[in-house]
C-alpha cells in the first residue's frame, strides 16, 4: 500500500507534468496565455482540433468583448473548415460593427473567401471591386505602403502593388467563373502589368484560348515556359503550362484563330488602371474615373 504522501507526490507530479505539457503547447501553437474564452478557444481549435467546441468558446468570447476582432475571424474560418460558410457569411455581416477600423480588411478578406467557397459570384466580385476603391482612395492598409501578412506561419510585407495585382487576380478567376473571358482578359493583363506571377499567367492564357486566340495564348506561355516570370520554377505551373500548351496545339490542329471582338468598355477599364499605376505616388484620395465606369457599366461587366 502507498503512502499518503507518496500519492500527493505523485497527484502534485501529474498536475505538474499537465500544467507543463499545455505550456508547451501554447509556445508550439504560438498561442495567447492565459484562460480567457478567446483563448480556451484557440487551444480549442489548434490543440485539441475540436472545431464545433471552439466555435462555441469564439461565440463565448465575442459575447463577453474579448479579443472580438480576432474572435470574429478565426470563427468564420473555422465554420469554413466545418462546411459551414453560409453561416460564417451571416455571422460576420452582422457582427463586423463590433469590430475594430484595423479589422474590416481582414474581415473582407475572409468574406471574399466563403463568397468563393458558396459560388456567390456577383458577391464577391463587387466586394474585390470595393477593395481596388478603397486602394484607389487610399484607404487600404488603413493608409500604409505595406502590410505584415501570414503564410503557413511565416509573417512577410505586401506592397498596395502586390495587393493591387492579387486583387485583380482574383477578380480575373471570378469573371472566369461566369465565363466572361473578355472581361478577365483584360483584368488579368492588368495584373500581370502590375505584378506578374506564372500562375496568373496560366489563367490568362486559358481567357485566350476560351476566345479561340491561340497564338496570342502561346506568347503568353512563353514566358512561362522560359522561366521569365516568377512563380515559373514551380512544379504545378509548368505541368499546367505544358497541360495549356497541349491544349492550344489541339485546337490549332482543328481550327484557325478568329479575331477577338472586344469590349466596349474595355479601353476605360485599361485606362483606369494604366491611371492607377502611373499615380502610385500621388495624391491616394483621388477616385479613378474607372470605378464610376464600373458602377454605370454593371451590366456589361457580369455585376
Known sequence: MNHPATEKMKNSSSIISCSGMKAANHVIHKLPSGDSPYVRAKYSQMVEKDLEGAVVLFWEAINAGDRVDSALKDMAVVMKQLDRAEEAIEVI?????????????????????????????????ELLKQKLRMICQGEAFNGKPTKTARSHGKKFQVTVKQETSRILGN??????????????????????????????????????????????????L??????????????KSRKRSEELLNEIEAYKSARFSLPSSGLSFEDTFIGGLDQLMNNWNLNRSRRL???????????????
Open 222 to 235: 512563353e514566358e512561362v515556359m522560359l522561366g521569365i516570370l516568377p512563380g515559373s520554377e514551380d512544379s
Open 93 to 125: 455581416k452582422s457582427f463586423r460593427d463590433r469590430c475594430s477600423k484595423q479589422a474590416q480588411e481582414s474581415l473582407d478578406n475572409v468574406l471574399i473567401d466563403l463568397y468563393k467557397k458558396c459560388g456567390k459570384l456577383d458577391e464577391q466580385i
Open 289 to 303: 474615373p474607372i470605378f464610376e465606369e464600373i458602377i454605370s457599366n454593371r451590366d456589361q461587366l457580369a455585376c
Open 171 to 220: 477578380l480575373g478567376w471570378a469573371y472566369m467563373q461566369l465565363t466572361n473571358y473578355a472581361t478577365a482578359e483584360v483584368v488579368y493583363r492588368k495584373a500581370q502589368e502590375i505584378d506578374p506571377d506564372a500562375n496568373k499567367a496560366c489563367n490568362l492564357c486559358l481567357c485566350l484560348i476560351k476566345q479561340e486566340r491561340y497564338d496570342e495564348a502561346s506568347a503568353v
